[in-house]
């Protein structure tokens, strides 16, 4: 065995062993080739991120243009209100370079009087975390003053060098001074426009009052002269004809001739009737209920008359409450009913009609005239020559709108006709309150013209005339001492003139109305009345109504 192992000298190779270096030379290929492989993949990898870092940087100057070239004012802002950037335009709003305006407050520009509303801001969007809106207004470096819209948003904090967390702020600025200037603008002139409308509603309305005035003297002269011709048939005509018939009969007595008689007993009874006429035109132009007790029971005197001469039966149901104050509207409303009532006499086809007058409002009275008969098409009312030309409707329509009223019409064919009048009344007349009476004070310095007036404020029963006056003296006393409801002055009187009787009763006497009364119908002698403090002037030349309404304050 020793012997075998001896031959050669060397140790027998073991199964399965193989040569280190070998090895090596064998790996050493392969590993380079991987690290090529990893280079190449790497070098790749570098490539893009350096087109990232480059696409990135593209960005960056894309967004550092339009940053600095956006027409808003962009700020960024630390916690404690710090400009930490600005673009271009926010800098050119302020007027100042934007290294003027990095790292310091932008509270230096912000005016006194805004400086906590902008703290707030801060604190709202700064410590609070939350979006802020205010309007201040800005000093810029030149001195000029601009309104501006600050819109603040919270961004994500950023560490310092100290790695301490910064809240930061970014806030656009709208200079909103031009359209405050144009919002102003706006507004004067809508204040402009306001007045304008104003003054000229105030024109119109003045108009319309004229136009009432009118309207009101209009009916109120109307009412003056039916009431003169009512005076001529009974004072003249009337009295004419019955000495001709009281004539005649004892004529009569006196002759034989029996023809003669005959004839003369003939012009006796034509005179009867003319005397009867005479009286039932009177009543018809100027009833005697219609100023004595009024509206309402006028319309039931039309009624009867209604029924005695036409064969209408007019039911009337009409509220005392609801009569005018003045006599010149009771009288236009009389005839517009009447003249309604006729209508349905000679276009209905009916024998009955109604009439209600109620109050509707506190100035305000309708008066409602309806019947069942054949109607008609109120299209076609404009154009019909018999409800135009016959009825007088358009009058009735033209007088109450210039009242400030209005006629209202509906009907139908077969199914009857409604005309509702609605005129305003002033105040509702009511049954005399003697305890009520309107106490008067009269002064005038003409014992004639003052007798005439006496004579006429007697007639109405609800003044009382508790005094007269025959200078201007005499009547502040009078009116010191008895504390009248109306004072009526004469503007020319001796001592003190109706103008200082007017300031010194309207100052010691603020209740008491004063009505001016002069010769001359002057519209600067009205206005000097006026300004001394009456609340009515009226000409002596005027119709006797318009001086009772003064008085009762219509």
């Known amino acids: ?12 190779p073991v199964q399965g062993s193989a040569d280190p270096l070998e090895n090596s030379h064998e790996q050493i290929p392969r590993m380079v080739r991987e690290w090529e492989i990893q280079r190449s993949r790497l070098e790749a990898e570098n490539e893009k991120l350096r087109e990232t870092q480059r696409q990135l940087e593209q960005y ?32 050119k709003l302020i007027g100042a370079d ?3 305006l990095i790292g310091y407050p932008f509270l230096d520009y912000v005016v006194e009087a805004d400086r906590l509303s902008f703290g ?28 501006v819209l600050l819109h603040s948003i919270p961004l994500e904090k950023e560490k310092e060098d100290d790695d301490q967390d910064v809240a930061l702020c970014k806030m656009a600025v709208t200079d909103m001074t031009e359209r405050k200037q144009i919002e102003e603008q ?26 009432q005035h009118v309207a009101s003297q209009w009916s109120q002269s109307e009412h003056h002269e039916r009431h003169r011709l009512v005076q001529v048939l009974e004072n003249r005509l009337q009295q004419f004809l019955i000495t001709a018939r009281d004539g005649l009969s004892g004529l009569e007595q006196r002759l034989d001739d029996v023809s003669l008689k005959r004839a003369l007993a003939e012009i006796e009874t034509l005179l009867e009737r003319s005397v009867a006429e005479s009286c039932s035109l009177a009543a018809e132009l100027s009833p005697p209920l219609l100023h004595d007790s009024g509206l309402a029971a006028a319309l ?3 009624a009867e008359k209604m029924r005695e001469i036409h064969g209408l039966t007019v039911d009337v149901d009409a509220d005392p409450q609801a009569d005018p104050a003045d006599e010149g509207v009771r009288v236009f409303l009389f005839e517009a009913v009447r003249e309604l009532l006729l209508n349905v006499v000679n276009h209905a086809g009916t ?47 033209h007088r109450l709108d210039l009242l400030g009223g209005r006629l209202e019409m509906t009907s139908s064919p077969d199914h009857g006709t409604r005309a509702a009048l609605v005129a305003p009344i002033g105040k509702a007349r009511s049954p005399v309150d003697h305890a009520a009476k309107i106490r008067v004070l009269l002064a005038d310095d003409h014992p004639i013209v003052r007798k005439g007036l006496v004579e006429l404020l007697r007639e109405h029963t609800e003044i009382e005339l508790v005094a007269e006056a025959g200078d201007g003296q005499e009547a502040v006393e009078r009116a010191r001492e008895l504390r009248p409801d109306v004072v009526i002055l004469d503007v020319s009187m001796p001592k003190l003139s109706g103008t200082e009787a007017a300031q010194r009763i309207r100052a010691e006497l603020p209740q008491t109305r004063i009505v001016g009364l002069s010769m001359h119908e002057s519209a600067g002698m009205a206005e000097t009345m006026i300004a001394a403090g009456a609340h009515a002037y009226v000409s002596k030349d005027a119709p006797s109504e318009e001086l009772i309404a003064a008085v009762l304050g219509g």
């Not at 065995?1 to 027998?12: I, L, T, V, W």
């Not at 002139?189 to 003054?199: G, M, P």
């Not at 305000?364 to 019909?384: C, H, N, T, Y």
């Open 60 to 91: 960056r100057d894309r967004y550092i243009d339009l940053y600095d070239s956006a027409p808003l004012g962009y700020f960024t802002l630390d916690e404690d209100g710090y400009v930490q950037e600005v673009n271009l335009a926010g800098a």
């Open 351 to 397: 024998d009955r009609a109604e009439v209600v007058m109620r109050r509707t409002g506190e100035f305000q009275a309708r008066i409602e005239v309806q019947d069942a008969g054949k109607g008609f098409d109120p299209a076609k009312l404009d154009s019909s020559r018999t409800m135009t030309e016959g009825s007088g409707l358009p009058t009735i329509r």
């Open 186 to 211: 706006l507004r004067d002139l809508n204040r402009t426009l306001e007045q304008r409308v104003a003054r000229r509603t105030a024109d119109v309305e003045e108009q319309v009052r004229r136009l």
């Open 98 to 100: 934007r290294n003027d």
């Open 1 to 12: 065995m020793s012997s075998e192992h001896g031959r050669g000298g060397e140790e027998p």
């Open 120 to 147: 707030e801001h801060v604190l709202r969007c700064g410590h609070s975390r939350e979006e802020a809106k205010s309007e201040v207004t800005l000093q810029t470096k030149d001195g000029r003053q601009i309104v």
């Open 300 to 302: 039931h005197w039309l």
